[in-house]
């Protein structure tokens, strides 16, 4: 069974950095596309970066520069470095298994808040 | 404003059929896979639709996804209660190299 689980999620202020964490079982992260995309509160689901197995990544023009995706092959988790944080990145985070690079399998989300 | 434009409500009484519709361009939809998502309240995304048209299993065969062109459509028959939901259409964009999500519909059962 798929199973993908996020955490680090919290209160920072702006202009602050957190790393989130996406813990996967029943599935090889590095063997697959992985993804983050976020939903701000009351709003639409926002695609945020993208892994592919072989390495390359890819970032939505909104968090290009500030945002970092990478993987742990060992650990088997896949992560998103987030700097520079702005009121407008407050969101909930998903991680996803994106076989055809498109979500198919999410976690439950991580709540980031920025606010001073 | 989103690059998949979807209309913003859509509603149904019970045992109806509803269509949601799903607007891109040639880089998006014209081009890739479209997938559909149904969002309960507080809880996370959960795929129906996936390639166009495929259904994962476990997922009601009155859920069912079409794409023609530059556009898709997710159609919900047998209207219930329970597919009060927001959905949201998404691809693969070849122009932005990124997902592109749709705004997202808020489906109410009357």
């Known amino acids: 069974e798929v199973l993908l689980v996020e955490s680090g999620g919290g209160l920072v202020q702006p202009g602050g950095s957190l790393r989130l964490s996406c813990a996967a079982s029943?599935?090889?992260?590095?063997?697959?596309?992985m993804s983050w995309v976020r939903q701000a509160p009351g709003k639409g689901l926002e695609w945020v970066s993208i892994i592919y197995s072989g390495g390359t990544t890819y970032y939505a023009d909104s968090v290009k520069g500030r945002f970092t995706i990478s993987r742990d092959d060992s650990r088997n988790r896949l992560y998103l470095q987030l700097n520079s944080l702005r009121l407008e990145d407050t969101a909930v985070y998903y991680c996803?298994?994106?076989?055809?690079?498109?979500?198919?399998?999410w976690g439950q989300g991580t709540l980031v808040t920025v606010s001073s | 404003q989103s690059v998949l434009t979807q209309p913003p409500s859509a509603s149904g009484t019970p045992g109806q059929r509803v269509t949601i519709s799903c607007s891109g361009s040639s880089s998006n939809i014209g081009s890739n896979y479209v997938y559909w998502y149904q969002q309960l309240p507080g809880t996370a995304p959960k795929v129906l639709i996936y390639r166009n048209n495929q259904r994962p299993s476990g997922v009601p065969d009155r859920f069912s996804g079409s794409k023609s062109g530059t556009s898709a459509s997710l159609a919900i028959s047998g209207l219930r209660s329970e597919d009060e939901a927001d959905y949201y259409c998404?691809?693969?964009?070849?122009?932005?190299?990124?997902?592109?999500f749709g705004g997202g519909t808020k489906l109410s059962v009357l």
């Open positions: 998404a691809a693969w964009d070849d122009s932005l190299s990124g997902v592109v």
């Open positions: 029943g599935f090889t992260v590095s063997t697959n596309y």
């Open positions: 996803a298994r994106t076989p055809e690079r498109l979500p198919k399998y």
